[in-house]
């Protein structure tokens, strides 16, 4: 079975500074994908930007982008220039894409986000 | 193109009582799933059904909860004789196959 890891329940970040977001995972499978979630006090779901585990290259989405570290298995979200409307929960999923529990997500517990004017 | 839409948004009920819960997918998508999230806690799988077809329940409880999602209508997630317990967010999301899951805004469930 795999777990999502996050280890910071709470954090928080000054209006246009920069914030990273740990996640980290455990699996054995080879093939994944990786996504991170926003969840706003209306309590919505938004898909913020995801990782293709065979691709090297890490995802950027404008302000957003991921340090994705396959071997350590490991996949952080930067928000640089935060926004006050950036304030929100935000999870790390994990989605398996062959053999049984393919296309569930898994996700972590959350890390809840203040931006501060 | 509308996103998934789910209804109600708010469903109070009574210990005993049924719940029923509606998810209307994004046009044109098939797959859908079932997610609940208790407070202060990630949201966590429970189905996974094309038309007609259950292919994952693995994260559903025994007893007292089922799903279908039939060729023509939303899917249904079901609770019967509800308990204190099963007060909780519940999100359905929907996909094209295995790509992006589009969240809808969520059921809150409070068992009285």
């Known amino acids: 079975a795999q777990t999502v890891t996050q280890s910071q329940p709470e954090m928080s970040v000054q209006e246009a500074e920069t914030v990273t977001l740990s996640c980290t995972y455990d699996t054995s499978e080879s093939n994944y994908y990786l996504f991170w979630y926003k969840q706003p006090p209306s309590r919505q779901m938004i898909l913020v930007i995801r990782q293709e585990a065979y691709k090297q290259q890490n995802a950027t989405e404008n302000r957003f982008s991921v340090n994705f570290q396959k071997a350590a298995k490991s996949f952080s979200l930067k928000i640089s220039d935060s926004q006050l409307g950036d304030t929100a929960m935000y999870f790390c999923a994990f989605m398996k894409l062959s053999g049984a529990g393919s296309y569930q997500l898994t996700f972590g517990k959350g890390t809840k986000l203040s931006v501060i004017p | 193109n509308a996103g998934v839409m789910q209804n109600p948004r708010h469903l109070v009920r009574r210990r005993g009582q049924e719940a029923r819960l509606r998810c209307s997918p994004m046009k044109g998508h098939s797959h859908v799933y079932w997610y609940r999230q208790l407070p202060e806690e990630g949201l966590k799988f429970m189905v996974y059904l094309q038309k007609e077809n259950i292919i994952d329940e693995s994260g559903m409880p025994k007893e007292r909860f089922s799903a279908e999602f039939p060729k023509e209508g939303p899917s249904i997630l079901r609770i019967q004789q509800v308990v204190r317990g099963d007060s909780a967010a519940y999100f359905c999301?929907?996909?094209?196959?295995?790509?992006?899951?589009?969240f809808g805004p969520g059921t809150r469930l409070t068992v009285l």
């Open positions: 999301a929907s996909s094209l196959g295995w790509d992006e899951q589009f």
